[in-house]
């Protein structure tokens, strides 16, 4: 399906590495005018390709962030912006059980998933609204769906994130700009293909004290049935990168796009189920232990 018109340029958050990376790769191959937002000093094959203007760029750090916004709207020159995808992000900070989870890193975490978004839609949106028909995808994650154990910080700014969102498919409705927000699930990347060592890693980095309350009832939910489920059902890079490109061709966006074959049948449980069946199914599926609770007396 051909997009509802032809998107011109595109500036994409967090494309050093991962879906970022890939989905630059893919637009410049349609003649997309890709604006890539890279980390300072992260290497990237981007490097060299003359289809893509690279743009430093660090969401945790407003100044940052200005400054990226200030290089795209010098080289636009007046013109509009088309696309703004919202990708970048981190999953490896604040991991573990929330009673045990550091402020600092959580706060980090929050800068960099949370508020790194915001402010790029607050440095990018005039340059959104001289488009005709602008779109914005922020990526949230199918994690507000299944609120896996040990990621609670993560799920956090994830919710808080769609929650923007839709806030923001009201306030920009006026200006026939549209927005998404994409509910990623599991990814074999990289960091992914090892998920069973690194998640061993992290759940027992957590203090001795709250790994002797939560090992036993969580502990083969997090180390095992999780990594295992990625494995199984996650989607390679490739197959998230054409699902999101179709996405880009759709003429009218929904409020939430799913990616990922893990993600789509919890959407679709998610609009049959009540929040109670929901619940009682991913805890079955997680293998999440729930005690009897006592009948009054």
Sequence with gaps: MASHR?????????????????LAKRLADRGVRVFAGVLPGAPTDLEGDNRITLVEQDVSDGESVRKSAEIVDAALNGQGLDLLLNVAG????????????KMEEVERIFQINTFGQLRVIQAFLPMLRR?????????????????????????????????MTL?????????GIQVT???????????????????LKTWH????????????????TVKQVLPDMLEKSGSTPDEAVDQMMAILDQPKWKPISYVGKDVKPMGLMR???SDSQLEKAIRSTFKIPTAKIPSPI
Excluded: C
């Design 181 to 199: 927000s994409i509910l990623p699930g599991g990814v074999l990347t990289g960091m992914s293909a090892n998920a069973h060592a690194n998640t």
């Design 205 to 220: 980095a957590q203090p001795d004290a709250v790994l002797a309350v939560y090992d036993k009832p969580l502990g083969n």
């Design 271 to 273: 609009r049959l189920l």
């Design 167 to 175: 806030t923001l498919r009201h306030e920009l409705a006026a200006f």
């Design 131 to 163: 488009a005709k028909a602008a779109r914005i995808a922020n990526y949230s994650s199918g994690a507000i769906i299944a609120n896996p154990v040990g990621s609670g910080p993560y799920n956090m700014t994830k919710h808080a994130i769609h929650g």
């Design 6 to 22: 032809p998107i011109g340029t595109a500036f994409i958050t967090g494309a050093n590495v991962g879906q970022g990376n890939l």
């Design 90 to 101: 981190v999953a490896n900070i604040a991991v573990g059980v929330i009673e045990g989870v």
